[in-house]
């Protein structure tokens, strides 16, 4: 994918502030601090496009950014981050929940899990979730300069064990400090926004 134009539109509070574009939206899902912001900036090759932090549950309301006047990418609140209340973390999903549920435009569902941990219970809830919504997915195994070149094959069948034992979804290693992956997950979403053509 050539990136002519990649801008921030909205951070949405509620369907109605949802921009009316009708391009194809591919939605970024996983844990607080899994590295969405980062996958953002690394697809678009922008150090700040998207803001990231070291502080996990930074990404509290769904983030629109227009990319190329044809797809969105949309940068979900992050679940599991222990450190809120019960009360924030029921917004947080409630938020993430009405987003996945209503938006007619949602094409695609990146989820993003840490490529040196095994899927937690709620990444297993939220594949089940993609499968049985029945769209189109990809697992972004995130931070992969963490761990050597070598282990990729390990780690990926860890999370492809966890999440997908019937080898159905792309399992890719990421890390936007390394621009590993960048490509694979530009033909992944390319791949499904032509379906859809």
Same mark, same amino acid.
């Given at each position: 994918m050539i990136i002519r134009k990649a801008e921030f539109i909205i951070s949405a509070a509620s369907p109605s502030q949802y921009p009316n574009t009708g391009w194809p939206e591919i939605a970024?899902?996983?844990?607080?601090?899994? @590295? /969405?912001?980062?996958? $953002? +900036?690394?697809?678009?090759?922008?150090?700040? !496009?998207?803001?990231?932090?070291?502080?996990? @549950? /930074?990404?509290?309301? $769904? +983030?629109?950014?227009?990319?190329?006047?044809? !797809?969105?990418?949309?940068?979900?609140?992050?679940?599991?981050?222990?450190? $809120?209340?019960?009360?924030?973390k029921k917004a947080w999903g409630t938020l993430t929940e009405t987003y996945l549920n209503t938006r007619g435009s949602l094409t695609m569902i990146l989820l993003l899990?840490?490529?040196?941990?095994?899927?937690?219970?709620?990444?297993?809830?939220?594949?089940?979730?993609?499968?049985?919504?029945?769209?189109?997915?990809?697992?972004?195994?995130?931070?992969?300069?963490?761990?050597?070149?070598?282990?990729?094959?390990?780690?990926?069948?860890?999370?492809?064990?966890?999440?997908?034992?019937y080898g159905s979804v792309p399992v890719i290693p990421f890390s936007s400090v390394r621009h590993t992956g960048v490509e694979e997950v530009w033909s992944v979403i390319e791949k499904t926004i032509k379906k859809r053509v």
């Open positions: 970024l899902a996983g844990r607080s601090n899994v @590295g /969405k912001s980062s996958l $953002v +900036n690394a697809l678009v090759n922008r150090k700040s !496009l998207a803001r990231t932090g070291n502080t996990p @549950g /930074k990404t509290r309301i $769904v +983030n629109f950014f227009n990319i190329n006047d044809r !797809l969105m990418l949309v940068d979900l609140p992050g679940y599991g981050y222990a450190k $809120v209340s019960k009360e924030e899990v840490d490529i040196r941990h095994e899927p937690s219970a709620d990444d297993a809830v939220m594949m089940d979730y993609i499968r049985q919504s029945g769209r189109d997915t990809a697992i972004i195994a995130a931070k992969a300069d963490k761990i050597s070149r070598g282990e990729y094959n390990k780690h990926a069948g860890i999370i492809r064990t966890a999440l997908d034992p």
